[in-house]
């Protein structure tokens, strides 16, 4: 079973590893380091930016143990260390607690329900191009923040599938309830009716109100994008994580008796508005998992991810669990469209 999950790299020349990492004897992808319990976990990042830039550029994560971090307020200067600037989330689909900018808890979701693989706000014209993810509180069992390259899912993909994508993009429908979700406030930074019709003109969101005073929107994205710096291209969407038939069939069956087919708090479809049907999502999330990459967490981890060439989901666990995501180096990896319009 193992050997269907990681995906190896061709062997490298030796090389001496920098001073003060130690590589954890691990052929997988991606790599683990092994840090020698620094005093001083920042510091200590500090000195080897590059060297942890560079590997999470050639294979798009990397683990670093052993390092220690225990707050917040840690995670938050390491990620001034490793990013140029921190990303503010916008769009959110569940709430989180904000601890420092760029900074946040974990998103909420049921804890004995997984996270399918996704981009991080990757329906969004700007989004992180760097995520760090910290474990201050490891769970009991479960839990893993696991990966996959959206490049070789990509070259996995049945070409007709990743084609019809590539040439059509993909659709975002949402539906904002008071029951479910996060709020137009939460997502859109305001509760102004006039500001959040302001941010959807300038993000290419499609709007409209309903009799009740809710919010639905629209917005069409590229499913293949091409990496900002390496010019890879990558399977870059959450077309099966936001998907109708990955939602629990019950959950499915009650919302859509609760809220109308048409007012689900999220849906994708086709570029062309066509459904996307349940074997299409089917074999997304199956590719995906051909792909995917789990390690259990433990106490201080740091992982760090590009959030382009990189998905990464979260799987059921036991017990408490703190993991915290900070978000950086903001990017537009989609060509933006026309102005969002009321519709």
């Given at each position: 079973?193992?050997?269907?999950?990681?995906?190896?790299?061709?062997a490298a020349?030796?090389?001496?590893?920098?001073?003060?990492?130690?590589?954890?004897?691990?052929?997988?992808?991606?790599?683990?380091?092994?840090?020698?319990?620094?005093?001083?976990?920042?510091?200590?990042?500090?000195?080897?930016?590059?060297?942890?830039?560079?590997?999470?550029?050639?294979?798009?994560?990397?683990?670093?143990?052993?390092?220690?971090?225990?707050?917040?307020?840690?995670?938050?200067?390491?990620?001034?260390?490793?990013?140029?600037?921190?990303?503010?989330?916008?769009?959110?689909?569940?709430?989180?607690?904000?601890?420092?900018?760029?900074?946040?808890?974990?998103?909420?979701?049921?804890?004995?329900?997984?996270?399918?693989?996704?981009?991080?706000?990757?329906?969004?014209?700007?989004?992180?191009?760097?995520?760090?993810?910290?474990?201050?509180?490891?769970?009991?069992?479960?839990?893993?923040?696991?990966?996959?390259?959206?490049?070789?899912?990509?070259?996995?993909l049945p070409?007709?599938?990743?084609?019809?994508?590539?040439?059509?993009?993909?659709?975002?429908?949402?539906?904002?309830?008071?029951?479910?979700?996060?709020?137009?406030?939460?997502?859109f930074g305001?509760?102004?009716?006039?500001?959040?019709?302001?941010?959807?003109?300038?993000?290419?969101?499609?709007?409209?109100?309903?009799?009740?005073?809710?919010?639905?929107?629209?917005?069409?994205?590229?499913?293949?994008?091409?990496?900002?710096?390496?010019?890879?291209?990558?399977?870059?969407?959450?077309?099966?994580?936001?998907?109708?038939?990955?939602?629990?069939?019950?959950?499915?069956?009650?919302?859509?008796?609760?809220?109308?087919?048409?007012?689900?708090?999220?849906?994708?479809?086709?570029?062309?508005?066509?459904?996307?049907?349940?074997?299409?999502?089917?074999?997304?999330?199956?590719?995906?998992?051909?792909?995917?990459?789990?390690?259990?967490?433990?106490?201080?981890?740091?992982?760090?991810?590009?959030?382009?060439?990189?998905?990464?989901?979260?799987?059921?666990?036991?017990?408490?669990?703190?993991?915290?995501?900070?978000?950086?180096?903001?990017?537009?990896?989609?060509?933006?469209?026309?102005?969002?319009?009321?519709?």
């Open positions: 079973m193992l050997s269907a999950l990681f995906r190896k790299h061709p020349p030796a090389q001496a590893p920098p001073t003060g990492i130690t590589p954890v004897p691990d052929s997988d992808a991606p790599p683990v380091l092994q840090a020698p319990g620094p005093a001083d976990p920042v510091a200590w990042v500090a000195g080897h930016r590059d060297t942890l830039r560079g590997l999470v550029a050639e294979h798009g994560a990397l683990t670093v143990r052993g390092l220690g971090l225990r707050d917040p307020a840690g995670v938050e200067a390491v990620l001034g260390r490793l990013a140029a600037r921190p990303a503010t989330e916008r769009e959110g689909f569940a709430a989180r607690e904000r601890h420092a900018e760029g900074v946040y808890s974990s998103s909420a979701w049921p804890q004995n329900q997984p996270m399918c693989m996704h981009h991080e706000m990757s329906y969004a014209v700007r989004c992180p191009g760097l995520l760090l993810f910290a474990c201050l509180r490891p769970p009991t069992a479960g839990g893993a923040t696991a990966v996959a390259d959206s490049a070789a899912v990509l070259r996995s070409p007709e599938l990743a084609d019809r994508f590539e040439r059509e993009g993909w659709i975002l429908t949402r539906s904002y309830h008071d029951e479910i979700g996060t709020s137009p406030e939460q997502s305001t509760d102004d009716r006039a500001g959040v019709e302001a941010y959807c003109r300038a993000h290419a969101i499609d709007w409209s109100w309903q009799p009740d005073g809710s919010l639905r929107t629209r917005q069409h994205r590229g499913a293949v994008v091409r990496h900002p710096a390496s010019g890879l291209r990558c399977w870059f969407n959450q077309i099966a994580f936001l998907n109708e038939w990955t939602m629990d069939p019950e959950v499915r069956e009650f919302l859509v008796e609760e809220y109308g087919p048409d007012g689900l708090p999220f849906n994708t479809l086709y570029g062309n508005g066509d459904p996307v049907p349940p074997d299409v999502v089917e074999q997304i999330n199956k590719t995906y998992e051909a792909h995917t990459v789990r390690r259990p967490w433990q106490a201080g981890d740091l992982m760090i991810v590009d959030n382009i060439r990189t998905a990464h989901s979260r799987e059921a666990y036991e017990g408490p669990r703190e993991v915290l995501v900070a978000m950086g180096d903001p990017v537009s990896p989609h060509a933006q469209g026309s102005e969002g319009t009321a519709t």
